[in-house]
């Protein structure tokens, strides 16, 4: 039977962790949830920031620097 593989890096981040990664304040990581910008998913009372999600929000930030020099 062949071992899984652990991912090394989170699936997962805590909004504290999401904050480091993106190296954005707590109101403004909240202000992006809210506005549908940044997508989270909640496991019991947790609020999480998939990995996924953040790539998706830089990737945003890239099409919308993409027209303007």
Sequence with gaps: MPEQE???????????????VLR?????????IRAGRL??????????VPASAIAEYVAL????AGGRK
Excluded: C, H, N, Q
């Design 24 to 32: 954005m304040s707590k109101t403004v990581i909240y202000e992006l």
């Design 6 to 20: 652990v991912a090394t890096e989170p699936v997962l981040y805590r909004v504290k962790d999401a904050m480091a």
């Design 61 to 64: 930030l890239e099409r919308e």
């Design 39 to 48: 997508r989270t998913v909640k496991e019991g009372r947790t609020r999480f």
